[in-house]
């Protein structure tokens, strides 16, 4: 199993609305990310957790609470967002963290807040 | 800290035409590099990537990029494009974490 798998592809909310992205690998990998994309623009790195501790948080509003429950799992909590953070929420995972290894994506969460 | 300057933001191209799609970073280190793609309606796929070695590297469907390292440039290259290669390509550098370019939008016209 290559894949990265999140759920849901689609997710709308209010402003008020509490949700959760969910990322799941099986490629044994150690190290998983959450990316944010928005359209035609490049992924920007939000997290990084590294044998399930949160190891990079690129100072990302505590309004996005992420959490790694285990190896295969990764879940971004959303509570309280701002219009603005409607984008596309990829998830990615690589055998380590560190400079020497390609990150396999997942399809996004197309988000939007109302 | 680590940045990623893709130049061209938009190239169209007829099938059959060659792709050069420029790439060039700033690190004063040692990097990695990545040429991702993300075909529409699909998620981000690595095309290549180089870490060390020959500096010439080949990667999926006929692509390969050159890193030059005097230059800080990792130009990708194809010599022959398809329709389906139209996607958006992004070039990233990583020296710890990944930083990715802007992105290139490919058209090919069939």
């Known amino acids: 199993d290559t894949e990265v798998t999140q759920t849901p592809k689609h997710l709308v909310m209010g402003m008020t609305n509490k949700k959760s992205l969910k990322c799941e690998q099986h490629?044994?990998?150690?190290?998983m990310y959450w990316y944010k994309q928005k359209a035609k623009k490049p992924p920007e790195l939000m997290f990084v957790y590294s044998y399930e501790k949160l190891s990079i948080n690129e100072s990302v509003p505590s309004r996005f609470s992420p959490e790694c429950p285990n190896s295969s799992l990764l879940n971004l909590h959303l509570h309280a967002l701002q219009p603005e953070d409607s984008a596309l929420y990829l998830c990615?995972?690589?055998?380590?963290?560190?400079?020497?290894?390609?990150?396999?994506f997942g399809p996004g969460t197309r988000l939007t807040v109302l | 800290a680590q940045s990623v300057s893709q130049h061209n933001h938009h190239v169209i191209l007829s099938e059959a035409a060659s792709l050069e799609l420029g790439c060039n970073y700033s690190y004063g280190g040692t990097v990695n590099l990545f040429w991702y793609v993300q075909y529409p309606g699909q998620h981000l796929q690595l095309l290549l990537k180089?870490?060390?070695?020959?500096?010439l590297v080949k990667g999926i469907k006929g692509f390969e990029a050159e890193f030059i390292k005097s230059k800080f440039s990792f130009n990708l290259r194809k010599p022959s494009v398809q329709w389906s290669d139209t996607a958006e390509y992004f070039c990233a550098v990583n020296a710890g974490k990944s930083t990715f370019g802007d992105g290139t939008t490919l058209t090919v016209k069939p």
């Open positions: 180089y870490f060390s070695g020959d500096p």
């Open positions: 490629m044994g990998h150690r190290a």
């Open positions: 990615a995972s690589s055998p380590l963290a560190g400079a020497y290894n390609e990150q396999f």
